[in-house]
C-alpha cells in the first residue's frame, strides 16, 4: 500500500532521545538501585491503568537499576501511547508519570477523486491512523509527504495535502486532510535515442502512454504516470527480447517537467545490440516426464531467432503437463546462456524443479446460493483423493461455466497448511438470472380480452432442471405448453426431456384470413454423451394436427387439403448430434457449436415426411475484448414414399429476432398473394406468408465493449449484418429453388442485456435490399430469447 514503510521510518528519530533522557532522570534522582514495594501510575485519562501494568518491564518486589529504568521507559514509548514517560521514587514505591496520546475521533477526507476514498482509507489504517488510534502528528506529516509523491508519479506535479488536527473534549482529535489533486501533467512527446533498427512509431506502437492526441481527451493515453512509464519500458525491452535482441537495455529515461507544470517530455535512451538465433535446445533438471513427452511441447527450435515469448510460452507448455500429472506447484525456468557472441548464436535450457506430487484433499464451492452442491459436483472431472491434475481442474471450471448458471466461475489450489503434497481446490462463482418470466394482458377487437404468462428456468430450484411452462387465453384462442429437461436423469449423464402442449381456436369468434391449426400433443427425448463436448439425442413425438382454412387461402394450401385432408395425425422420430466448446452458457466469446438434427413422420402417420437441419456458430477473438461471431443456419424439408412434399404446417419461416433482422417476424419467403382463392370478386387484401421447404440464414456480429458498462458480463453489444430467406422447391414460381439474387440482407446495432427476468434484446436494423411487399422493422424487441 502507499503507506507501507512510513511506520519503520518514524522510530529512529526518537528511540535515542528517550534513553537519554530516562537515564539522566535516574541519575538525578541518585537513589539507585532499590526494591520496588509498590508501583503507582500518575496522569492517565483514558487508558486503564492495567494497560501500563501489562507494558511495565518491572513489577513489584524486583530491584531497580539505572538500566531497567532504561528499559522500562523505552517499553512504555514504543507502546505509542504515550507523549511523555517519567520514572520517579516516593519511599520505596515506583512512580510511573504519563501524558497520554490523544485518540483520534474522526477522519474527514476531501478532494481525492484518482485515488478511492476506501483505498485511502485501508492505507491511513496501515500507517496507524485510524478512529479510535492513537494520534501520532509525526505520522500525518509523514502520510502527507507519501500522498504528494503518490500525486507526483501519477504525473500531478501541482498536488498539495494539507492537514489539520482539531482537538476535542476527553483527549481526543479530528484530522482533517485536505487533498488538492490539481491537474495531470501532459506528455508533449515520448523520444527514443538510440533505436537504429526500429523507428519510434513502431516502438511506440504498443505503448499504453502517448504524446497527446486527437483522441487524448477521450482516451487519457497522454496523461503521465510513473507506473504506466514503467510498464511501457518492460513492453519495449519485451519487443526487442521478443525479436533476439537479448543483449538490449535501456540506458537511462529522463522525464522533463515544463516550469508550469503541465507538460511532460519523455526520453529514453536505448542500446539495441546483435539479433541472436538459438543455437541448441535441452531440458535439464529431475524429468519426472519423460523427456520423448516433453519434446513436442518446445516451441523453441535451432535455427530460430530467439525469442523471449516463446520461452515464456515453453514455460507454461511444460508447466502444464507436469501439472497434468501431480505436481502442481513445479516450476519451469527458460534460460538463455553459452552465447557466442561471435556468431550471434545463444542456447536455450529449461531447467524442470517437479516439487513433489500433489493430490486433492477437499473441493470446496463458494457463491452458489441458489445452485445445490450436487448440481456443480457432477460437472467435476477432478476428484478429492486424487491426484492434482492441472487440464482436469480447469476442465471443471469450464463445464461449470458453460452451464450457465453462472456469470464468473473461479479455481484456485491452495496448498494445505502444514503439509507439502495436499491441496484444496477452491471453485468460486458468480450465479446469474437462469430463466425468464413474462405476463400480458390486453384486448383487441379481433381477440377479445387476452391473458399470458410464461416462465422459462433453466435452473429450476437450483436442481439444474429446465423447466417452462407457458399460458394464453382470449375469447378467441387458448393455448397451453409444458416442457421439463433433466440433464442427468442417470448419473452416467444420460438425459431425458418431455413435452406437453395444446392450442385451439374458437372459429365461431374470428374470421381466419389464411388458415388456422388447433394442435395438441407431446414429446419425449433421451441424450447421451459421446464425449466432453459432444451429444447424440433421440426421440418421438406425437402431434394431432386439425386445419381450418380462412377467407382468402393459397391455392398449393387449398388443394393439398382436398387431397390429404384436414386432420393429421403425426408420430415423429427425431435424433441430433451436438456440439459444444463454447466458453459460458450465455454470452459466450469463444469457442463454438454445432447441432445436426433429422426428424422423420414415421409409417403409420397420416402423412410422410422428413425435416433436416443444421446450425452452427463460431467466435474469434480479435482482441481481449473484441470478438467476431459468425452464424449459419440451413434446413431442408420434404414428403417421401407417395407423399411428394412437405406439408405446409410444417414448413420453415425466417426474419425477425434471431433470424434475420431488420424485417418483421416469420414475413419472409412466399406469401399467398396471387395464389388465393376468390371469394365474391375479391383478392387477399392482406396475403400472409406462408413459409417454405427451405431455410437458408446467416450472420456477422461484431461484439465490442459496451461503452458505460465495459466490464459488464450481463450486458452485450454489437454490429450485425443477416442475410437469408425461405423457399419453396416444389413450386414453380418466382420462389422456386434457391436464387441468390432472392437473399434479403439488414446491417444494424443491437445490445443484449441479461436482467432478472430474463435477457432483453434491442435491435436497430436497415433492410439493404428489400423488395415491394416485405415487411420492415426498424426497432426490435425481445425478452428470454439469448445468443
Known amino acids: ?144 509527504g507519501e500522498l504528494e509523491r503518490q500525486y507526483v508519479s501519477q504525473g500531478r506535479y501541482g498536488a498539495s495535502i494539507k492537514t489539520e488536527s482539531i482537538a476535542l473534549p476527553r483527549n481526543r482529535v479530528a484530522l482533517k486532510i485536505e487533498i488538492y489533486e490539481g491537474k495531470a501533467a501532459r506528455i508533449r512527446d515520448i523520444n527514443i535515442v538510440g533505436n537504429q533498427l526500429f523507428d519510434d512509431e513502431e516502438l511506440l506502437e504498443d505503448f499504453e502512454l502517448h504524446s497527446t492526441g486527437f483522441w487524448s481527451f477521450i482516451k487519457g493515453d497522454d496523461k503521465y504516470s510513473r507506473e504506466k512509464l514503467s510498464g511501457d519500458l518492460e513492453r519495449l525491452r519485451s519487443f526487442y527480447l521478443d525479436r533476439g535482441y537479448i543483449n538490449f537495455s535501456i540506458e537511462s529515461t529522463q522525464v522533463s517537467v515544463t516550469p508550469d507544470r503541465r507538460s511532460v517530455f519523455v526520453t529514453l535512451n536505448v542500446v539495441e545490440g546483435e539479433q541472436y538465433t538459438v ?15 516433453l519434446k513436442p511441447l518446445l516451441i523453441v527450435k535451432k535455427g530460430q531467432v530467439f525469442s523471449q515469448q516463446l520461452v515464456t510460452y515453453t514455460n507454461d507448455l511444460i508447466k502444464r503437463r507436469l501439472g497434468n500429472e501431480g505436481y502442481t506447484f513445479a516450476e519451469v525456468r527458460g534460460q538463455d546462456h553459452n552465447a557466442d557472441d561471435e556468431n550471434n548464436t545463444v542456447d536455450v535450457t529449461f531447467y524442470v524443479e517437479p516439487g513433489r506430487k500433489v493430490y486433492v484433499r ?50 484456485d489450489t491452495p496448498r494445505v497448511p502444514n503439509t507439502e503434497d495436499l491441496v484444496d481446490v477452491e471453485y468460486t462463482v458468480e450465479e446469474q438470472p437462469s430463466g425468464s418470466i413474462g405476463a400480458n394482458v390486453g384486448y383487441s377487437d379481433a381477440s377479445g380480452f387476452i391473458f399470458g404468462a410464461n416462465v422459462t428456468q433453466n435452473n429450476w430450484r437450483g436442481s439444474g432442471n429446465r423447466v417452462s411452462f407457458a399460458l394464453s387465453r382470449s375469447d378467441v384462442r387458448d393455448s397451453y405448453s409444458f416442457s421439463h429437461y433433466n440433464p442427468y436423469y442417470t448419473l452416467d449423464g444420460v438425459s431425458r426431456g418431455f413435452s406437453l402442449f395444446f392450442s385451439e381456436i374458437d372459429y365461431d369468434q374470428t374470421s381466419v384470413a389464411s388458415y388456422a391449426a388447433d394442435r395438441l400433443g407431446g414429446s419425449v427425448t433421451f441424450g447421451y454423451p459421446i464425449s466432453e463436448y459432444s451429444r447424440l439425442s433421440f426421440g418421438g413425438t406425437y ?25 393429421f395425425d403425426e408420430y415423429k422420430l427425431n435424433a441430433s448430434l451436438s456440439t459444444s466448446t463454447l466458453n459460458r452458457g450465455i454470452f459466450p466469446d469463444r469457442g463454438w457449436s454445432s447441432t445436426l438434427g433429422l426428424e422423420v413422420a414415421v409409417p403409420g402417420s397420416d402423412y410422410g415426411f422428413y425435416r433436416a437441419n443444421w446450425t ?169 430469447q439469448t445468443f
Open 279 to 293: 543455437n541448441e535446445v535441452k531440458l535439464a533438471g529431475d524429468l519426472v516426464v519423460e523427456e520423448e513427452q
Open 543 to 567: 402431434e394431432r394436427t386439425d386445419i381450418t382454412t380462412g377467407d382468402f387461402v393459397a391455392v398449393d394450401i387449398a388443394n393439398f387439403l382436398i387431397t390429404e385432408g384436414y386432420l
Open 362 to 411: 477437499r473441493i470446496n464451492f463458494s457463491g452458489n446460493a441458489k445452485t445445490t452442491d450436487e448440481v456443480v459436483r457432477r460437472e467435476l472431472r477432478q476428484f478429492e483423493n486424487a491426484p492434482a491434475n492441472t487440464s482436469l481442474v480447469d476442465l471443471s471450471r469450464q463445464r461449470l461455466q458453460r452451464l450457465g448458471y453462472f456469470s464468473v466461475v473461479q479455481a
Open 616 to 784: 452452427g456458430q463460431k467466435y474469434f477473438p480479435i482482441t481481449q475484448r473484441w470478438t467476431l461471431r459468425m452464424r449459419s443456419d440451413v434446413a431442408y424439408g420434404d414428403g417421401y414414399g407417395s407423399d411428394p412434399v412437405l406439408p405446409f404446417f410444417e414448413n420453415y419461416y425466417s426474419g425477425g429476432i434471431g433470424s434475420v433482422r431488420g424485417y418483421e417476424s416469420r414475413s419472409l419467403g412466399p406469401r399467398s398473394e396471387g395464389l388465393s382463392y376468390f371469394l365474391n370478386g375479391t383478392v387477399d387484401p392482406d396475403p400472409d406468408p406462408i413459409g417454405g421447404n427451405l431455410l437458408t440464414e446467416a450472420s456477422i456480429e461484431l461484439i465490442f465493449p459496451t461503452p458505460f458498462a465495459p466490464e459488464s458480463r450481463s450486458v452485450r453489444t454489437f454490429l450485425f449484418v443477416d442475410a437469408g430467406n425461405v423457399f419453396e422447391t416444389e413450386r414453380d414460381d418466382i420462389f422456386a429453388d434457391f436464387e441468390p439474387q432472392d437473399i434479403r440482407t439488414a446491417a444494424g446495432i443491437g445490445l443484449s442485456w441479461l436482467t432478472a427476468i430474463g435477457p432483453l434484446s434491442f435491435n436497430l436494423a436497415k433492410a439493404l435490399n428489400d423488395q415491394p411487399g416485405d415487411d420492415t422493422e426498424v426497432f426490435q424487441f425481445s425478452l428470454g
Open 1 to 144: 500500500m502507499i503507506f507501507g514503510d512510513i511506520t519503520r521510518r518514524l522510530i529512529k528519530g526518537w528511540l535515542a532521545t528517550v534513553c537519554l533522557f530516562a537515564v539522566s532522570l535516574a541519575n538525578a534522582n541518585g537513589m539507585l538501585p532499590f526494591k520496588v514495594h509498590d508501583i503507582r501510575v500518575e496522569g492517565l485519562q483514558r487508558l486503564p491503568v492495567e494497560r501500563v501494568y501489562a507494558e511495565l518491564p518491572i513489577q513489584a518486589g524486583d530491584t531497580v537499576t539505572r538500566e531497567s529504568v532504561v528499559r522500562a521507559v523505552q517499553t512504555l514509548f514504543a507502546s505509542g501511547n504515550f507523549e511523555d514517560v517519567q520514572l520517579g521514587r516516593d519511599g520505596d514505591d515506583l512512580v510511573v508519570v504519563v501524558a497520554e496520546r490523544p485518540s483520534i475521533a474522526r477522519i474527514e477526507l476531501s478532494g481525492n477523486k484518482s485515488i478511492d476514498e476506501e483505498n485511502l482509507r485501508k492505507g491511513l489504517t496501515e500507517a496507524g491512523l485510524a478512529e479510535g488510534e492513537v494520534f501520532q502528528r509525526s505520522t500525518l506529516e509523514s502520510i502527507a
